[in-house]
Each structure stands twice: as C-alpha cells, then as structure tokens.
C-alpha cells in the first residue's frame, strides 16, 4: 500500500500548481507559487525532465535498436536543424518584407499628403492607421494567444533552465507572434522584431520537435525519436540561434547569443548543429534578399535590409580616441542600468491597469499608439529646416519613406533632420545613424531630442499586449546617444559620428542586456566591419562592468517579475550554511514495488505530484529499500492500459508485450492524460499494478548531510527535475524526501528559516521571483 510520510524531513513534489499565490501587494511575493505569467496571462508551470529514466522497460527497447535506426535518428536531427533554418529564414524574410511594405506605404501615403500641404489630413491618415495596427495586434494576441506578447526571450530562456509552461510553444502562439509582431512594427511602435524571431525560432523547433500539433490535426509519426525533453531542448536553442540570426542576418552571432544568454546546458555536438542552422538561414536569406534587390518586393530591399551595411568604410584610431570611448562605455552602463530600472517600475504600473481586465489591456497598447503617433509627427516642427549639402551622395530632399534628407515640412532644397530619423522606420532611422561621412547633417537639438523620445518611447512601449522585442529600440536609442557624443568630441577626435553611433548602440546594448561576446559578433556583422573590433570590445566590457554594479540584465528582472523559477549558474553564500535536510519538506507520497491499484488511484486524484519513490519492503526485501523513482505521467499510461494481476507478483513478460516505447515518450505541452479521465471498476480497484519494470531503478540521490549548494550545481548542471534526498544514518525511511526547483528558489529557503539576517534578506529581494500580475 500507499505510505504516507509526515516526519518534518519530508518534502513534496511541488512541480505543478498547488495554489495560485499572486498577491495585490507590489512588494515581494513568496516563491512558492507553482504559477508564473507566460506571455499576458498566468498559468500554472512545470519542470521539464531532461534526466533519462533507466527502467528495465526502455532499457530493453534501446538494446532492441538496429544501426538502422541508430542511423535515423541522428539524420533527424540534422534534418530537423535544417528545416528549423529552412523555415525559420523564410518567415524572417516573410516578416521583414511585410514590415516594409505596410510601414513604407503609410509614409509614402503620408508624405505625398503633406507635399500638398494637407498636414492635418496627414496626420490623420498617420495616427488613424498606426491606431488600426496596434489594435490588430492587441486584440488577436489577447484573445488568441496571450502567450505570444512580449518578446518571448525571458520564456524561451526560463524553458532551456528547465521551466514549462503551456501554450508557450503551440501553433496558435506562433502564428499570433508572427501577425502581431508584423503589425506592433508596422504601427511605428518602438518595439522591435528581434525578440519575436527569437520565440518565433523556438517556437518552430518545439512544433517540429515533437511532431507538429495534435490539436490541429498537424502530425508526424517519423518523429517520435524527438518526444523528450532533452532533444527537444536542443532543438529549441537551434530555434533561438535562428530567430537572432534571421533578426540581423547574423549567424555566429546568433549561435553565440544561444550559448551566452538562452542555454543553460551547452555541448560541442549542439555548437555544430546550431551553426548548421543558422548557416542554412543565412544563406536562404542571402538568396531572397538578391532577389529582392531586383525591385520585385515591393518597398522591400531598397531601404531596410535586414543587414545594417552601412559602415564598411576603413577604420583608423588613435590613442586619444581611447578616452572617448572609455567615457562612451561608461555612460553607457549608467544609462542601460537605468533603462532597466525604468522599465521594471513601468511594467509594475501596467500591472494595475492590466489586471483590471483585457479591455483595459488592449485601452493602454491604444493610448500608447496615440501619444506615439503625436509625438513622431509633432516634434519634427520643433526642428528648423537644413539646406541640402552640396555633396550629398543621394537625393535632397529624400521623397518617400527613406533617406537621411526628409522633406516633411521643408521647403525645396532643404530638409528635416530631426523627421529624418523620428518620421522613419526604425530599420532606417538605425541606418541613417550608422551612416558615414554625415557628422555635418543632424543638428545638436534634433539628436537630443530623438535620444529622449526613444529612451523613454520604448519603455512605455514594452509593455502593451502584443508582440514586442527591445533589440532594436534598444540599439536604436543607444546609437542616437553614441552620435551625440561624437557631435560633443568633435574635431577632438579622429573617428567618424557614424562610429560613435555604433560603438554608442553597443554600449546600450551591453548596458541593458549585459551580453558581451555575442553582441561584439552581432554588431560586426550588422556593420560588415571586423576593423571596429578592438573599440567595440573595449566598449562592452566596460559598459558591462559598470551596469552590473546596479542591477541584473533586462531578461533577468523581467523573468524574476514574471516570476520563473530560474536557477542561477552561483550559488547564494548562506547555501553553504544549509542542508538539504533543512529545505525538504514533507508530506511525502510513495509507491510499493507491487502496489495496489485502489492505492495508485487515490494518490493520484489526491496529489499532483509529477514523481514518487518506489519502495520494497519485506517479503520483496529484507528491510525497507528505495528503489526508484517513477514519473506520475508513467503510472498514467500504465493505469490507461490496465495491465493489472490479481495477485502481488511480478509482472509476467505477456503484460509487457502491452506497452511500447512509445507509449512513454512524453507529449507536446499540456497534452498528457489525466487521473480524471480514466474509469475503473470495483473489482479493478482491488487488483495490483508491478511498478518495477518502468521505474527509474538509479535516480540522482544525495543523502540530507550534503550542503545546499552542492546540491544546487548537482541539480542544475545535471538538468534534473527531482532529486531523491536519503538518510546518513539508516532509519525508519530509506528516503527523507525530494528536492525540486522550488526547494532552491530563495523565497522558500528565506520563509523556512527566518534566522537569516535582514542584510541577506535584502540582498536575495532582487533574485527572488516576485510574481505579481504585468499584464
């Protein structure tokens, strides 16, 4: 029978929703919560099982493998990082030829109107169709696919850590994320698409991962090879490396980003098969864009490419440059810390409209887009109109929708500086910014006055309920911030405006989001210029070291305030201090070797435990003995296929022959069977169930002497979903309980142990998951 441990050493499996604790309150929320705020809306999250589970069963399967079908599945893989670059390439492409389209149409239509002096109905036509897109964006991604707001990164980032949520990586989700990140940016919103094509990717390789979509009838039997989470989690950081290089047509960059900012587990055999995908998107999208160039795009392909080529000038630097540059990286740090800052207390006050209702959701993405609107056509009348330099290599005024010299209101021969950058897309504004040989073009208002709008436009821009990324405000407002330094250096230094943009947009970056290595990568290739290396190094890592002496990077805080359980590579000091005696709590479930199906059912209606301890005791052994560990969703298949004896003896070879390997391989998310909806007869419930053939017969153990911190990098280096916690000195139990996620989140070890001084307390409050309601 069922034994039911009630000593204070035992613990519970905490891995799925137990009771939603959001709070009202804004200040720190206990972690104990098994929910988290996927996307716009709360639901209940899991750990995934990146452990194999050794049972006789599976073992038996794997030695019945043929080279055949050892062969096949490793083609699969390489298959399946081909088709995830193929498909993720194409909607990249898809994503950037829309977005120009739809937003060049809307300035073309815009300014053709304001060449006939009809402003007023200029800015209408302006405001009214940015309002249409944003709404477009708003309305299907809150009542379709609530998962799909936001950039997905902080998601897609607390999956690979071992964090599962449903709807996180469905057909629905991805085909919102896709329509609304194309509208969000048409809309003149500053929110980028980077962050999007990041999920987008991921979302690409799960579908193709586990076979496609049940739900939509949308199926392939010839991938079950890939219905774990361990290969599914390869291919998803495959998708992540994609969707940064489809972004910016940057394929080191993009496997570079996946290994220092999305993985959590990192191999050489994966390093391979993501620089094959992002190799196959680079190339797709190299082909579509020549193709482009012939004119049969549309607007696509003659003024925002994916790829900023726009610097591949020669370098030359000095020695008095250095400073300028160190000066540039500093601030840099300053400015992207309190970016961060900025944006967590805006997503706390969105929290209280957001959570009034999606009315009210989809009321602030309007407002929003109504004060963009007012602000992008409004403040270029502050600027005063440039004559058109006479060595200008393009036309002056720039008619339409491109170009560093907008008409807007200007009369012939002259232009608008500050429309030139605000009127634009943010393709283009990054462009002209970037651009060489300019430093006489852009006046010292006008880039002031475009650094501040797209500082705090962007923050109050994230928040709203649709698709949005911060790569490319973020780069955009870091390199108008760059070029106002260079216009302050002047004749001082010898290195061009459109350089201290650059470097100005990577001290942003590095700012905010505190990547190093990828991001050098990233902003090379965006330049095409390797003789940029040495300052943009210099400027990351000083960027770098100064914001970390405020706060973490942007994902980070907006993980922590959605409230994952992410498990950070350190460990806190006090760990040192603590057991895992001291955090596993009970009560704990376990299961009889041979248990009693009446028993099972119960446990399971009861409880919503992912895993239990298998136990012998006499007459199977001499004294009690742990023998494994067995998942809740293996009990269920064996439950469903009622492969019971009358008696408790081992299972005879004829009931195994009622199981195949199949039936274990784990479903897409949120699709596993549940208690409830099987039916058992009186007689049934009498019958037994011989659970040792399909239990993990050699789990991951410690015993509760060990310290909390080890632990902590056995459970994180592993991937493990549950770790068995025995007995030093053999007692009553051969085990005192299990370890989860939860049990090493901070908030949980804090409530348990009061003890801990305040000044530790207020050191943890920035780690611990605050989860309240953002949206």
């Known amino acids: 029978m069922s034994t039911n441990f009630t000593n ?64 096949q599945y490793v083609l699969m893989k390489w298959l399946l990082c081909f088709l995830i670059g193929l498909i993720v390439s194409l909607i990249g492409f898809f994503n950037n030829l829309a977005v120009e389209n739809i937003a060049g149409m809307k300035f073309v239509v815009t300014s053709n ?13 302006f405001s009214v169709s940015n309002l249409i897109l944003t709404l477009v964006a708003s309305i299907i991604t809150a009542f379709i696919a609530p ?69 939509f009838k949308l199926t392939w039997r010839w991938l079950r090879f890939f219905k774990n989470d361990r290969d599914r989690r390869d291919l998803v950081t495959c998708g992540s490396a994609a969707g940064i290089a489809a972004a910016f047509r ?3 960059g993009g496997v570079l980003f996946a290994l220092e900012e999305m993985a959590s587990w990192w191999r050489s ?86 959570e009034k209702g999606v009315v009210y959701k989809i009321l602030l993405a309007c407002a929003i887009s109504i004060f963009t609107s007012c602000l992008l056509f409004g403040l270029p009348w502050l600027a005063s109109c440039q004559p058109c330099p006479s060595d200008a290599t ?55 006055i475009f650094f501040v709008t797209c500082f705090f436009l962007s923050i109050i821009s994230f928040g709203i309920v649709a698709p949005a990324g911060l790569f490319i405000p973020v780069i955009v407002t870091g ?35 505190r990547m190093t290595v990828s991001l050098c990568v990233i902003i090379l290739e965006l330049t095409n210029n390797l003789l940029l290396l040495p300052l943009i190094m210099l400027v990351l890592l000083v960027s770098k070291t100064v914001a970390d002496a405020f706060n973490s990077n942007i994902y980070d805080l907006i993980m922590n305030a959605k409230g994952f359980p992410y498990l950070e590579t350190h460990t806190e000091p006090y760990m040192r201090q603590l057991t895992v005696g001291d955090v596993v709590r009970g009560p704990l479930q376990v299961f009889q070797g041979i248990e009693k199906v009446g028993n099972i059912v119960h446990v399971l209606s009861t409880t919503s435990h992912n895993g239990f301890p298998v136990i012998d005791e006499p007459p199977l052994s001499e004294s009690p003995v742990l023998y494994g560990l067995i998942l809740r969703a293996h009990v269920i298949e064996l439950l469903k296929k009622k492969a019971f004896m009358p008696t408790p003896v081992p ?125």
């Open 479 to 513: 390199a108008s911030y760059g070029r106002f330094v260079g216009m302050l250096v002047g004749s001082h230094s010898n290195l061009d405006h459109g350089l201290y943009a650059v470097l100005g947009a990577a001290s942003f970056l590095a700012g905010s989001m």
């Open 250 to 252: 940057a394929p080191v």
């Open 147 to 215: 998962a799909a707001a936001g950039s997905g990164i902080p998601e897609v980032k607390a999956y690979l850590n071992g964090v599962d949520a449903p709807g996180i990586f469905s057909l629905r989700t991805l085909v919102i994320k896709i329509i609304g990140s194309i509208t969000a940016v048409s809309s003149s919103l500053l929110v980028g698409k980077a962050g999007p094509m990041v999920h987008t990717g991921a979302c690409v390789a799960a579908l193709l991962g586990q076979g496609g979509s049940k739900r």
């Open 394 to 448: 393009e036309a002056c005024p720039t008619i339409g929708r491109s170009g560093n010299f907008k008409k807007f209101q200007c009369p012939p021969g002259q232009y608008n500086d500050l429309a030139s950058l605000i009127f634009n897309t943010n393709d283009d504004s990054v462009r002209n910014l970037f651009s060489k040989n300019t430093n006489f073009e852009f006046q010292y208002p006008s880039i002031l």
């Open 8 to 71: 204070g050493e035992a613990n519970t499996d905490h891995e799925s929703l137990i009771t939603p604790l959001l709070s009202s309150r804004r200040s720190l929320v206990n972690s104990t919560s098994q929910v988290a705020i996927v996307g716009a809306h709360v639901c209940p999250i899991e750990s995934l099982d990146y452990e194999i589970a050794e049972n006789d069963f599976l073992k038996q399967d794997w030695r019945s493998r043929g080279k055949m079908q050892i062969f």
């Open 269 to 354: 055999a994966l390093l391979w098969r993501s620089f094959f995908t992002t190799t196959v998107v680079a190339i797709v999208l190299r082909a579509l864009i020549d193709f482009c160039l012939s004119g049969k795009c549309g607007l696509f392909g003659k003024g925002g490419l994916i790829m900023f080529d726009v610097y591949s000038a020669s370098v030359t630097y000095h020695l008095i440059d250095v400073l300028p540059v160190l000066t540039l990286g500093a601030i840099g740090g300053i400015l992207g810390s309190l970016y961060n800052f900025l944006l967590d207390k805006v997503l706390r006050i969105y929290s209280r409209i957001n």
């Open 113 to 125: 109107m304001m060449m006939l002096n009809r402003f007023g109905m200029a800015f209408l036509v």
């Open 651 to 775: 299972i005879g070879t004829d009931a195994l022959n009622l199981f195949s390997a199949g039936d274990f391989l784990k479903r897409g998310s949120g699709n596993g069977d549940k208690i409830e909806d099987l039916q058992f007869t009186e007689e049934e419930m009498e019958m037994f169930l011989d659970l040792h053939p399909f239990t993990n017969a050699s789990p991951y153990t410690v015993v509760d002497s060990m310290s909390l911190a080890k632990a902590l990098i056995l459970f994180r280096e592993v991937g493990l979903r549950h770790l068995m916690v025995t007995p030093k000195i053999s007692g009553r139990s051969p085990v005192v309980g299990i370890l989860t996620r939860h049990d090493f989140m901070p908030g949980h070890i804090l409530g348990l142990h009061p003890m801990l001084t305040r000044s530790r307390w207020k050191r943890l409050r920035i780690r611990a998951p605050r989860i309240f309601k953002l949206f």
